[in-house]
């Protein structure tokens, strides 16, 4: 199993500002992905963090919004950009061994409200 | 769009009683995975169905995949008060896509 950190665990932050949130693996893990949790909802991936490269958005997210940096295979980070009410949400960090045959590890989350 | 169903969103039982939660994709999958997700926490993996029909216990949750592999449920026999929280299926379609959840609420 994987270990994982997110800083910071909530924040309120005003329209127009970006946040960076961090997630800090305690080991090697070859995948990673962020997700977006409407509260009560269900998880929808934004993207996959790839080690150095640029990472893969889904369909709906697009990088000038969601930069993600993945410099190495235990750190990554995704940044919410020009923020607004809408941008309110849980945001969630997963690893996992391989692509599609590995449970993913979740981390605690990042409760992010937008005023 | 979304692709995986799943139904139903809540389900309210007397402790004791048994529950269900059913997911249906209208497109073949590779996998489902199964996550339970307790209030205020984040999803921790249950179990994961590869094999087409392919039934897996644990303990008193029992997973079904279905044969064609479009199709999966989640059987909880004799629910107790530690059951509380949000079930999710996670399919397998070039990437993992999260049914929307059911939520389970045991009164004791």
């Known amino acids: 199993s994987a270990v994982i950190s997110q800083k910071p665990s909530r924040d309120i932050c005003q329209r127009g500002t970006s946040l960076t949130i961090q997630c800090q693996v305690d080991?090697?893990?070859?995948?990673m992905f962020w997700y977006r949790q409407q509260p009560g909802q269900s998880l929808t991936l934004i993207a996959t963090a790839n080690q150095g490269s640029e990472a893969t958005y889904e369909s709906g997210f697009v990088i000038d919004k969601f930069p993600i940096s993945r410099p190495n295979l235990t750190f990554s980070t995704l940044t919410v950009s020009n923020m607004s009410p809408e941008d309110s949400s849980i945001y969630l960090c997963s690893v996992a061994a391989s692509l599609a045959y590995n449970e993913q590890f979740f981390g605690p989350g990042t409760r992010l409200t937008v005023l | 769009g979304q692709q995986v169903m799943q139904i139903p969103q809540y389900q309210h039982v007397q402790e004791g009683e048994d529950f269900t939660t059913y997911c249906n994709s209208s497109t073949t999958l590779s996998n489902i995975q199964w996550y339970k997700q307790r209030p205020g926490g984040h999803p921790v993996f249950l179990i994961q169905?590869?094999?087409?029909?392919e039934v897996k216990k644990q303990k008193r949750l029992t997973f079904q995949f279905g044969e064609a592999k479009k199709n999966s449920s989640l059987h909880i026999t004799a629910t107790q008060t530690t059951d509380v929280g949000t079930y999710f299926c996670?399919?397998?379609?070039?990437?993992?896509?999260f049914g929307s959840g059911t939520k389970l609420n045991v009164k004791p």
């Open positions: 169905l590869v094999k087409s029909g």
């Open positions: 996670a399919g397998h379609l070039m990437q993992f896509y």
């Open positions: 080991s090697q893990v070859t995948m």
